[in-house]
């Protein structure tokens, strides 16, 4: 299994290169990401693993490649990843389409070579894995995710059939969140969604509204501490974000050793795989 989390980090770098024109990365930018931390495999693999049930990527909901660029796809890649998918190879996905016949919304249209950041990311890093461990990984997108504390459109979800999550809770909640037209609406409380995704402990719910529940200078400023949102970071040697999630200031001071036990799992796991270190690193946002 290590090999193909290798082939995903090697894929997964050179689709940023070879993929992403400097017009999207213009664009993820001035949503707000750093485009230094966006690599995904190490969430990835910590699903793979069944460290965590599911890895959510929001960052591509409403971008798209193709058109008259050349983006897209990654020419002349040995791993099956960046031989499985072209913006103008629009019916020859046979392999991805296999893996995944049984998910009537896993596709992404495609029309005058135009495709999704998603679907990209889909062909050109997760291909290979999706048709090695078929039976382990398979993937969603969901059209809309929204919990008190945030909302996103177009995610894509990358979970564990071997996850217990799986059978107990995932299946059913899709099912109970799938509309007559086949589109996917997901709506979560704070502690669902940071089971899902195996976050150490649950955000509050109603964040922004607690600070600004009231009018008064005073007030706000007696709360802003306390519900100061942090981001908790795994890093890698490279200040490469691996894993985050985000709790307040108020949730940080109590539960420290949460904090430092789940780190522990997670950068064991990063270690065995890669013989190298994470970090902690906790900073406002």
């Known amino acids: 299994m290590n090999d193909i989390i290798n082939n995903i980090l090697i894929n997964e770098i050179k689709w940023w290169k070879e993929c992403i024109s400097e017009q999207q990365i213009d664009q993820l930018t001035s949503i707000g990401y750093n485009v230094e931390n966006l690599l995904f495999f190490g969430e990835i693999m910590f ?32 791993s099956d990843s960046g031989n499985n998918s072209s913006s103008n190879n629009n019916n020859n996905n046979n392999n991805n389409n296999n893996n995944n016949n049984n998910n009537n919304n896993n596709s992404i249209s495609r029309t005058d070579g135009i495709i999704s950041l998603n679907q990209s990311f889909i062909d050109n890093v997760l291909s ?44 059913q909640l899709i099912g109970s969140s799938t509309l007559p037209n086949g589109s996917i609406e997901l709506y979560l409380k704070e502690n669902q969604l940071s089971k899902l995704l195996d976050y150490p ?19 706000l400023a007696s709360t802003t501490q306390v519900d100061k949102i942090m981001d908790i970071g795994y890093q890698s040697e490279n200040n490469r974000v691996i894993f985050s999630y985000f709790c307040t200031f108020d949730e940080l001071k109590s539960n420290r050793e949460l904090i430092e036990s789940h780190f522990k799992k997670y950068s064991n796991i990063f270690f065995e795989t890669f013989s190298k270190e994470l970090k902690l690193k906790v900073s406002f946002t």
Do not use: A
């Open 47 to 78: 699903t793979l693993k069944g460290l965590k049930f599911l890895t959510l990527i929001t960052e591509f909901s409403n971008i798209h490649i193709g058109g008259n660029d050349n983006y897209g796809s990654i020419n002349g890649s040995g």
């Open 128 to 171: 290979e894995p999706l048709n090695r461990f078929s039976s382990i990984i398979d993937y969603k997108i969901i059209d809309k995710l929204e919990t008190s504390n945030c909302s996103f459109k177009n995610c894509l979800l990358v979970y564990n059939k071997l996850h217990p999550l799986y059978n107990q809770e995932f299946i």
């Open 201 to 219: 402990f649950t955000l509050k719910e109603n964040i922004n509204n607690n600070n600004n529940s009231n009018g008064e200078d005073e007030d």
